[in-house]
């Protein structure tokens, strides 16, 4: 069976981590995919579609904005890294944005 590694975030973090896997890991396929892109959100759910049937997790790492989350949460992303673009330097206290962002993914998936 034939390894991969698909990595979907901000591009110079998904090309350190790429290089590091492929150092780690020579065997192992390692793509790397910038998230604002247009079809970056393809090949994310295209990957979220082999996940169930392959058994690993995705987890998205940089360029995370809210929109982001409330779109690929539901179809089924298990976790999202924050960072500058939703949490640091935003002058609240990190709790209460990361309250707000799950009471909005609550009431999205009432919708």
């Not at 975030?9 to 247009?38: I, N, Q």
């Not at 809210?66 to 935003?90: H, S, Y």
Request: glycine share 8%.
């Amino acid at each position: 069976m034939e390894k991969a590694v698909y990595i979907a975030g901000a591009h110079s973090r998904a090309r350190t981590l790429r290089a590091y896997l492929a150092y780690l890991c020579p065997e192992m396929e390692v793509e790397a995919y910038l998230v604002d892109l247009p079809y970056v959100g393809e090949k994310i759910y295209r990957l979220l579609l082999l996940k169930d049937n392959m058994h690993f997790k995705v987890y998205w790492d940089g360029a995370c904005s809210e929109d982001k989350i409330l779109q690929f949460a539901p179809k089924g992303v298990d976790g999202f890294v924050l960072g500058t673009t939703m949490l640091f330097g935003k002058g609240r206290p990190y709790g209460e944005i990361i309250k707000e962002i799950r009471r909005n993914s609550r009431n999205m998936e009432s919708v």
